[in-house]
């Protein structure tokens, strides 16, 4: 995948890009997406057009002040994976605050597809064959985004 140059109304094609490629990411463990990106990048809006993709209904909030939110995929869905995981590491300050939340049982399933923002505050947590996106601001209304 090379470089794209979006506007908000093209991330859900984005979106779509990202999670074909996340179905066909074959891993033993779960499938783990690494946001990179100043603040206010574009780190949880791109993430809650993933979860659109995927089926998630209703409210998808910034999970800044809970760490992690983990949402249900419906099983009608064509998607590999069960629970969509979102975790906002800002306030996180090493991998240990990680696996109080249960990381360990999280990363092992591979029905989970987790993405994680700031993942450089919990580098050590994160598998070797991480995915790392990259989201730069451009101006007001345009972001790269890159994997
Ligand atoms: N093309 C775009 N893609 C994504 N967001 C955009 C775009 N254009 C404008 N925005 C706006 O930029 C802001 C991005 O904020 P967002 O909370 O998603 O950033 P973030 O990277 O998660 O920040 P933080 O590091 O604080 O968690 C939103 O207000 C969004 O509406
Ligand atoms: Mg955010």
Avoid at 84 to 108: K, M, Q, T
Wanted: glycine share 6%; net charge positive; with cysteine.
């Amino acid at each position: 995948m090379t470089k794209q140059r979006v506007t908000q109304k093209d991330l859900k094609t984005v979106a779509k890009k990202l999670v074909a490629d996340c179905e066909r990411y074959h891993s033993d463990w779960a499938t783990v997406v690494a946001l990179q990106g100043d603040l206010g990048a574009g780190k949880t809006t791109f993430t809650r057009e993933v979860a659109h993709v995927l089926g998630v209904k209703g409210a998808i909030t910034s999970p800044t002040f809970v760490i992690e939110k983990i949402y249900g995929l419906p099983k009608k869905g064509k998607s590999r994976f069960s629970r969509f995981v979102h975790i906002d590491a800002y306030r996180l300050e090493g991998s240990d605050e990680l696996d109080v939340l249960g990381w360990h049982r999280i990363v092992n399933d591979p029905q989970n597809l987790i993405f994680i923002e700031w993942p450089k505050n919990v580098r050590q947590c994160l598998p070797d064959n991480t995915l790392w996106v990259t989201l730069k601001h451009v101006d007001e209304t345009v972001r790269d985004i890159d994997w």
